[in-house]
Structures are given as structure tokens and as C-alpha cells.
């Protein structure tokens, strides 16, 4: 049996000129990506060495020039970890070549604000200096003056400083109390209590008149009151309206809207408010009477937007007190201005409730197409307005969204992509607790780009995992699973161990800035998808050549295999962008070349 | 023969008309706060001429505030939608969170109020004692400073300088420690106080987490829309919105920024 060709395949298409492939003439079958077309065709090796050194080369000069902490920088950031050029060293500003959490300068502490009593974390020492602030350094716990306990405002809880409590105090002009015992959040909202509220009546210019106030109110205003104290008397859950009280104050149909409360409310002759707007009640002499719970009143537990009987809005619901809009609300209130406005959203033609948040992408076919430029969306709908938030480029960032009782909820959540050509198992790949990856039996990488992964220097978080690091070296470089034709002596034999295992791709696959002139990632990550195939020929007795031996290189599913693994590591291969245009090129490429006896040797 | 004199004619006309006009002009520009008072177009009170006077500038560099972070002349800066926003939170380096740049946030923005409308309080301050001298008053102004603070709901520009208007045996203090209620002092409707309360707590968040989560503040605050446009480079542009009063406050971080690739 005569060796008569070896195949070489490097990187995959669709778009494949079908005449190449069907190589009834031998060749040397080459397909190359894009990104580094015919530069690895021609110096494979060369390349490897060069790339390596260039990698860390770049690596070097990297952290020669990130290692200084500026105290301030030229574009005028304080306290980065930036090159020496980067810094600006006038007006005795500092620098030092270490990183900033080592420097005496700019360690990080809270930043306190004594005439308001608030603080800031994460302040270096002199920007908070500057603007008057006090500085302690970040120990660990919290200093004294920064703790936050429980400010009881009224009717209201606010869970700050204890100075911060008195600047309430002095700038709402309410009396409060500092609960230091309760040194939660949630349990302070929940200890806020309001006052009872009543009817305060008095006399003015020889009428009885009345202000709906609290007992605590009413007092106040009894002791400061000018005439006979003794007619100031306080009655506790009546209206202003009440007929027994005998006010100057009745009922009226007009309604109002309260800042910081959602109902609609009615209001009585004296401008007092009363209960919630009930158009069925609005005669009853009873509700205007008493002081009804929000609980007692009508359409409780239901949004009721849009209603225009019941003013019993609820903002977590989807509805609030606004004033009454042709063009934004569906029905007029029966009595007065004001209504429940539903603040669902419409968006494209679908409707969405107050508060959902869903997802959305540019991509022309959805989230989650792989296309260049492609980017997921967040998509909020509050007050009626629906809000886009896009998440982060390049994919590092999706969008996930689950939906309970067609309610959705949606995040911009971290693509985890970037450890996966290092697992080795398909359990360890599949993680999802811990990765976005996904297994493709019997698929191969090539070349590890061990550079690409290892280079980032302190700030990479992806360090490799526990199962990486049981892998020995091997496991940071990916030689475990990459190895392939850079690896060892005999590249065939190396990917035929290969073949029958698996490699672990992206599952979302990650965008690259392919543009970027100075050394983007997407040359060193596309590589990966780089193959050869050698493919042996025999002569027959009639001296027709027979293929014998990896003859599967020469169908068409050879090449689509190979660009589901291209396409999966990143913007590889034969995509198109996110409004469906394909590229200028093709994406990849493909050889065909005659086996030379000497390469193989030089190889070796 | 005719139509051309009468033409000619019409043109001298139209020429004298016009050298009346910038006459006048010239006049009411040189004499201008007589002029409102002899029409009583100025406020009589001071405080109400004081707020008068500097309203307009007060809004308009609140206005610029609000679009910039919260600095007259941003230097670290993000460009969106043609303004040079601040980042009021940065951290050059991928991955990690960001370094507070302005922890004073509201003492900054006072100063940088008190700087915008520092040549306009010296011109409403002249102004006010020429026109309370064209009414017939001795004016005695002293000297004094003014301080800008950031209220719930409102901007107050109050100012130290007592000012004492003596007409016959008619005489009237503003501005003594004696007498709070005659303080001069500007207000400006304005919810920045509250706006960078909330814009404190998302950079608390971004250094502390690398994000925030918008809709946590609109479910608090019912009035507030929170908006975050994420950047290419990994910052992040909030605009936080008072949906009742329309006011604005928009900043930029940039915290745990990813970069292309790894």
C-alpha cells in the first residue's frame, strides 16, 4: 500500500466549493478561517512559536505597563492601575509601580459626609479629602459613624446613619426616633407605623371648621393655637366631613392624587382629604364619615386601572393615581379628575404588565443566533414606559427570562464562556452551575492558544477550575484536549485520540473584536478550529487511485462537522452579522495539497 | 417722475424710523433697570428681585448639572447624545470593580452651582441696588457671600449681604441674622437632591458589585424611572428621570467591564 496524498483541511465552510471536495484527483485538502488564512497555511509551525512568543511578549509588556498605580491619570481617573505614560505626575500627584491596593495613597475607605451624615465606600483617601469629606480606611468593618441603623420619620423608615437621622429630622420637619436596635433593613420598614389619624377640630372666624391630622399633629397645632385651646379637640377616626362634628366641611365629588400615595382620594369642602374614591359611595353619608382602611375599600387586591368607579390604586398592581388623559387613560372617571392610570406597556404589539421585564435581541433571527454584532436586549416596563437596557457586547452578557403565570422576568446575566476549551469531561463541561458550555462528541480543537487563556494577568477570573487543575498543566494550556497537530511528533495519531472523545464549546458563543488591529482574540480563538485530515490513497491493479483511509475527509458532512466547532467558539467561520449580511469574505478556507515527502519530514 | 419721489420719500422715512428704533434701543440698553422701574416691571421686594434675577441662570446650570454628572467641565467623560458625561465611578482595568470618583457628590455639585452663577449674582446684586436707588431709596448693601445648597425639592441660593433701603424715616433690613424670614435667598424647584440620593446608591452598588438593578429604585421610588444604556467599552450611562417634574440626573460608570474576548 503506497501513501499518495495526504489531505490538509484547515477551518470549514458552507458556502464550500463542492467541485474542491470532490477531489477524485488527489490533493492536499486545506481550509483556513478567516482571521488567519494563509499566514498558518504557510508557516504552521512558525506560527505557533511566533504567536506563542508574540502572546507573551505582549503579556510582558502588559504588565510592565499596567504595574503603576496612578494617583491621578491624564484623562483624569483617580487612583488606576494604569502605564507610567498614562499618569499624571503634576502637582505632586503620585505614582508608584505597584498596584493601587498596595499604595499607601489611594487604598480604598468610606468616604463620610458629616454635614449630611452619609457615606461612600470605596473612596480613595484624597478625592474624598478634597471635597471636605472624612476618610477612614476600608478595615474590614464598618466604621462607627457609617453604621446604619433605624430612623423612625413620621410614618416613614429610613435605615441610615445616626446623623443622618437628625438631617432627616431638621429637613422634613419631623420628630424622629433612632431605633440602634434594629440593625435590619427590612425589619426597619416593618417597624414604621403611622400615626392615627382623626378629624382636629377648631374654630376660625366664628366657624367650626376642621384639618384631618394625626393625634400628634392636632396636639401640636392645639398648643400653638392662638385662640381658646379648649375648642381644639381631636377625634380620632372621624373625617372632617363627619355631619356629627358639625364642621364647615362636607362632601364634595372632586378628588385628588397625594404624592407618595397611589389611591385616588376624595376631598371634602374644607380641602381635607377623605377616603378613597368609591363612585358607588360617593352619597354615603357613612363614608363620609369615618376613616375606611384601604383594605375596607372597594376593589381591594385589584389593580383597578382604568376603573372609573375606584380609586383604589396599587402600584405594585400596575396602577396609580394620575390626573384623568384622554389620550392615556381608557375610561373617564365618574366623579372628579382623577383616575387609576394602568401602567402596562405595550411594545410591538404585545402587552405587558407593570414591572415585567423580558427579553429581546438585535439578532435578525432571535436571542441566541449566533451572528456577528449580535447582542441581547432587557427590555422594563414601568409607569407605562417601556425602557431598553441592553446588556453587555460582544455576547458577554445574555438575556435570561423566565415567566410565572405569564408574568416574565428578565436579566442581563455573565456569558461563562470563557473556561470552556479547558474542561475535559463532558459532566465537567455541562456544569451549568458553573459554565455556559456545551459537549460535541467526537469533535477536536487544534491548537490550545494557551496564550490566550493564560495571559490576563491577576484581573482574568477564569483561572482554570478544580477540574482543570487535577488535569495537571495540561489542563491550563488545553493540551489535554487541543492537542492536535502542534502538539506532538505524530499529529494524525493525536487527533485520532481525539476523535473519539469530545470538545467543549461555548454554548452562547462569544463575540471577538476581529477588527481590532493590535492583537484582538479572535485570531488566536478561530484557530482552534483549524484541521487537517490526511487522506491515503491506494493504487488499484488497473492504477486507478482508491481511497483507503480517512475517506470521510472527502464528504461534505467532514466540512459541516467541522463548522459546527468553528462557528461555536466564537465570530468564526461562515456567519453573517446581526442584520443578516454575510461577510466580504468567506470566512474560512479550504486546501487541497499534495503530500511532499520532505514536509512531512521538516515536520518531524 | 412722481413714483419715484414718493419712493424716495418712503425710504427717508423708513431710515429715520429705523435710527429711532436703535435710539431706543441704545437707551432702554443703558438704561434699563430705571427703565423697568419707571414701567414697575421690576419686582418691589429685593428677595423677590434677587430671585427675579437669577432664576434663569440658576435653572439653566442646574439643567447642564444634571446632563453632565453633575460637573461644569466633566474631565473624565463619557460622550453620549453630545454631552460629555461624568463618571462618577471608573475603573480602567477589565473585570474589576470601580474606584468612586466624586464620594462628595452633592458638596461637588454645590460648588460647581455656586461656580456657574458666580458673575450673575455680582450683576443681580448691582443691579438690585441700582434699581432700589431708582426708586428713591438709600441702599446700603454689605459685603458678603453666598452658599448654594442642594433641599428636598429644591435648589437655595441664600446669600450673607445685609441690605439696608432707607426712604424719609421708612427704613428696611433683608438679610440680618436677626431676621431669618427677611433672608435673601433664591429657590429653585428642582429634585437633584433626591435624584443624586439615588445616583449615590447605584455607585454604591457598581463599586461594590460591578452593577445595580434598575428596577429595585422604581419599585421604591413609585415617581423615578431609571434608565441604563450599556456602552461598547463596558460603561454604563444611568439617566435616573422624576416622571412627575421631569427633572434629570445622568452619570456614567464603568465597573467590571468585559472585555472582547477574554
Not at chain 1, 379628575?337 to 415585567?356: M, S, T, V, W
Not at chain 1, 493540551?479 to 511528533?489: E, P
Not at chain 2, 458589585?209 to 428596577?215: I, K, L, Q, V
Amino acid at each position: 500500500m503506497n501513501v499518495n496524498e495526504i489531505g490538509k483541511k484547515m477551518k470549514m465552510k458552507k458556502r464550500f466549493n463542492r467541485d474542491k471536495l470532490n477531489a477524485k484527483s488527489s490533493g492536499l485538502i486545506i481550509l483556513t478561517a478567516l482571521p488567519v488564512l494563509l499566514f498558518i497555511i504557510l508557516t504552521i509551525f512558525t506560527l505557533t512559536i511566533l504567536s506563542i512568543n508574540l502572546i507573551t511578549a505582549q503579556t510582558e509588556a502588559s504588565a510592565v505597563s499596567t504595574s503603576y498605580c496612578c494617583e491621578k491619570t491624564i484623562s483624569g481617573a483617580w487612583c488606576q492601575n494604569a502605564p507610567k505614560e498614562s499618569c499624571d505626575e503634576t502637582n505632586g500627584l503620585r505614582i508608584n509601580p505597584s498596584s493601587c491596593e498596595a499604595t499607601s495613597y489611594c487604598k480604598k475607605g468610606y468616604c463620610y459626609d458629616s454635614k449630611e451624615g452619609t457615606c461612600m465606600e470605596n473612596a480613595p483617601q484624597k478625592v474624598c479629602e478634597l471635597e471636605g469629606g472624612t476618610w477612614t480606611e476600608d478595615t474590614g468593618e464598618t466604621p462607627p459613624q457609617c453604621e446604619l441603623r433605624c430612623c423612625l420619620i413620621g410614618d416613614q423608615a429610613a435605615f441610615v446613619t445616626p446623623v443622618r437621622c437628625k438631617k432627616l429630622s431638621s429637613l422634613y420637619s419631623l420628630e424622629t426616633d433612632f431605633r440602634s436596635d434594629i440593625t435590619n433593613e427590612v425589619q426597619c420598614i416593618a417597624s414604621a407605623s403611622s400615626d392615627v389619624k382623626g378629624a382636629c377640630v377648631f374654630e376660625e372666624n366664628f366657624e367650626t371648621t376642621c384639618r384631618l391630622l394625626t393625634k400628634k399633629e392636632c396636639q401640636s397645632f392645639k398648643e400653638n393655637y392662638e385662640g381658646n385651646q379648649t375648642k381644639v379637640n381631636f377625634h380620632e377616626g372621624f373625617l372632617c366631613s363627619a355631619e356629627e362634628l358639625a364642621t364647615n366641611c362636607g362632601p364634595t365629588e372632586e378628588t385628588k392624587c397625594i404624592e407618595g400615595k397611589d389611591e385616588v382620594y376624595l376631598v371634602d369642602s374644607c380641602g381635607n382629604l377623605a377616603n378613597v374614591y368609591d363612585a358607588d359611595r360617593i352619597k354615603d353619608t357613612n363614608y363620609w364619615t369615618k376613616i375606611y382602611d384601604k383594605v375596607d375599600s372597594c376593589g381591594y387586591g385589584k389593580s383597578n386601572g382604568d376603573s372609573k368607579s375606584c380609586g383604589n390604586c396599587d402600584y405594585y398592581l400596575g396602577s396609580t393615581c394620575r390626573a384623568y388623559e384622554v389620550s392615556k387613560d381608557k375610561a373617564r372617571p365618574s366623579y372628579g379628575d382623577n383616575i387609576c392610570r394602568n401602567l402596562a406597556c405595550e411594545y410591538n404589539g404585545q402587552k405587558y404588565e407593570h414591572g415585567e421585564t423580558w427579553c429581546a435581541s438585535n439578532t435578525k433571527g432571535g436571542i441566541g443566533k449566533e451572528s456577528v454584532g449580535g447582542k441581547d436586549f432587557r427590555l422594563v416596563c414601568y409607569n407605562n414606559e417601556v425602557s431598553v437596557e441592553p446588556c453587555a457586547e460582544f455576547k458577554q452578557q445574555l438575556c435570561l427570562q423566565s415567566d410565572v403565570n405569564g408574568f416574565s422576568s428578565a436579566a442581563c446575566r455573565q456569558n461563562i464562556w470563557q473556561d470552556c476549551f479547558v474542561q475535559t469531561t463532558q459532566g465537567d463541561c455541562e456544569n451549568s452551575d458553573k459554565r455556559d458550555c456545551k459537549w460535541i462528541e467526537g469533535a477536536s480543537l487544534a491548537n490550545p492558544q494557551e496564550g490566550s487563556l493564560s495571559n490576563q494577568g491577576t484581573t482574568q477570573p477564569f483561572k482554570g477550575t478544580e477540574e482543570d487543575k487535577t488535569a495537571g498543566t495540561n489542563s491550563i494550556t488545553g493540551q489535554a484536549i487541543f492537542g492536535g497537530i502542534f502538539g506532538g511528533d505524530d499529529s494524525s495519531k493525536d487527533n485520532e485520540d481525539n476523535k473519539n472523545k469530545g470538545a467543549c464549546l461555548p454554548l452562547f458563543p462569544p463575540g471577538y473584536d476581529f477588527w481590532n488591529p493590535n492583537g484582538g482574540d479572535a485570531e488566536s480563538f478561530c484557530s482552534m478550529a483549524d484541521s487537517q485530515c490526511i487522506v491515503k490513497y491506494q493504487k488499484t491493479a488497473l492504477g486507478e487511485k482508491e481511497c483507503i483511509e480517512n475517506c470521510e475527509c472527502l464528504d461534505d458532512s467532514w466540512i459541516d462537522d467541522k463548522m459546527e466547532v468553528c462557528v461555536a467558539i466564537g465570530d468564526c467561520g461562515d456567519k453573517v452579522n446581526f442584520v443578516g449580511k454575510a461577510g466580504y469574505d468567506e470566512g474560512y478556507s479550504t486546501k487541497l495539497k499534495k503530500y511532499e515527502p520532505e514536509e512531512t519530514s521538516s515536520k518531524k | 417722475m412722481k413714483l419715484l419721489r414718493n419712493k424716495s420719500g418712503q425710504i427717508t422715512l423708513f431710515i429715520i424710523i429705523a435710527l429711532v428704533i436703535v435710539g431706543l434701543a441704545v437707551l432702554f440698553y443703558l438704561f434699563f433697570p430705571k427703565i423697568q422701574v419707571a414701567f414697575g416691571l421690576t419686582p418691589k421686594n429685593p428677595q423677590a428681585f434677587m430671585q427675579n434675577c437669577l432664576e434663569d441662570d440658576l435653572q439653566n446650570s442646574a439643567n447642564k448639572l444634571s446632563l453632565q454628572g453633575g460637573s461644569l467641565e466633566p474631565q473624565l467623560y463619557l460622550l453620549y447624545e453630545s454631552n460629555k458625561i461624568e463618571y462618577l465611578c471608573y475603573q480602567e482595568e477589565y473585570y474589576l470593580p470601580c474606584i468612586v470618583q466624586q464620594p462628595m457628590l452633592k458638596t461637588h455639585i454645590e460648588k460647581e452651582i455656586k461656580t456657574a452663577v458666580r458673575e450673575k449674582v455680582g450683576e443681580c446684586l448691582d443691579d438690585l441696588e441700582k434699581t432700589f436707588e431708582a426708586r428713591g431709596y438709600s441702599v446700603s448693601l454689605s459685603n458678603g457671600e453666598y452658599q448654594v445648597e442642594l433641599l428636598p425639592g429644591i435648589i437655595e441660593v441664600s446669600f450673607s449681604n445685609v441690605l439696608t433701603l432707607t426712604q424719609g424715616e421708612e427704613r428696611e433690613v433683608y438679610g440680618s441674622a436677626d431676621n431669618p424670614q427677611k433672608k435673601i435667598r433664591v429657590l429653585l424647584h428642582n429634585n437633584i437632591y433626591e435624584l443624586i440620593s439615588i445616583a449615590n446608591s447605584i455607585i454604591n452598588w457598581e463599586s461594590n458589585y460591578g452593577d445595580s438593578e434598575t428596577t429595585i429604585y422604581m419599585n421604591y421610588y413609585h415617581d423615578l424611572k431609571v434608565e441604563k444604556y450599556k456602552q461598547g467599552d463596558g460603561s454604563k450611562i444611568y439617566i435616573l428621570t422624576d416622571r412627575i417634574k421631569g427633572d434629570k440626573f445622568q452619570f456614567a460608570v464603568r465597573s467590571v467591564a468585559w472585555p472582547p474576548g477574554i
